[in-house]
């Protein structure tokens, strides 16, 4: 099936610094979710980008398909932006379920 | 729009008893389901996938006699933990997809299940 590695596994950041989210995977993608997984558990949906760039608000995504790759920007980080960010990919024939890469822990200080 | 629910939030059983997880998509018709396993500290690992009306498809590993998938409607699927013993204590989270397997999912709260 595809790999999905993301980096870096951890990250802390004082309040109001900027970051960048980096997830490779290993085939074509028919879909690929970036995802912030609260304190509680709740998985929050934060794009559905298999190709090109988005951007609400704070955030913003670029998916590169031909090159494997997606980033996920988070600029003037809150407090409220800690948690674990993850991607997960899915292929086509043969890669059909959503893989999780084992996601970024993002820290804010105040 | 898009919100899935989970009941219960957690739960916490004797070994050997059966716990029955709901999961539903409140706002839109899911098509396909998805159940998932989260153990502390560690990603999501898919366990089945279901289609409304039919069996589920379960992933290599995963015993479909200890957990049964019921996708009884386009709004509600089910999981239940058969003769539950503490290795099955985990976060157990759904998610529903409104237009098939490769369309955009949107996960439940989840539901943390303590086996004793």
């Known amino acids: 099936g595809i790999q999905v590695e993301q980096s870096p596994p951890d990250l802390i950041l004082q309040e109001g610094a900027n970051s960048t989210l980096r997830c490779n995977f290993s085939?074509?993608?028919?879909?690929l979710q970036w995802f912030h997984q609260n304190p509680w558990g709740q998985l929050i949906n934060l794009f559905y980008i298999p190709s090109g760039t988005k951007q609400n608000g704070r955030l913003s995504a670029t998916t590169v398909a031909t090159e494997r790759y997606s980033l996920l920007y988070i600029s003037s980080s809150q407090t409220t932006d800690s948690g674990v960010y993850f991607c997960a990919a899915q292929g086509g024939f043969g890669n059909e379920k959503l893989t999780f890469g084992t996601g970024t822990r993002l820290t804010i200080i105040p | 729009g898009a919100v899935v629910s989970q009941h219960p939030s957690w739960v916490i059983c004797k070994s050997g008893t059966s716990v029955k997880i709901e999961c539903r998509s409140l706002?839109?018709?899911?098509?396909?389901m998805f159940w998932y396993r989260q153990f502390p500290k560690q990603s999501l690992m898919l366990m089945a996938t279901?289609?409304?009306?039919?069996?589920?498809?379960?992933e290599q590993g995963v015993e479909k006699d200890k957990f049964l998938i019921n996708h009884a409607s386009l709004t509600l699927s089910t999981l239940t933990v058969t003769s539950a013993h503490p290795e099955d204590s985990s976060f157990y989270i759904c998610?529903?997809?409104?237009?098939?397997?490769?369309?955009?999912?949107?996960f439940g709260p989840g539901t943390r299940l303590t086996v004793l």
């Open positions: 279901s289609n409304e009306g039919s069996k589920a498809t379960y």
């Open positions: 085939d074509s993608v028919n879909n």
């Open positions: 706002d839109f018709q899911a098509t396909t």
């Open positions: 998610s529903a997809s409104e237009a098939g397997l490769y369309n955009e999912q949107f």
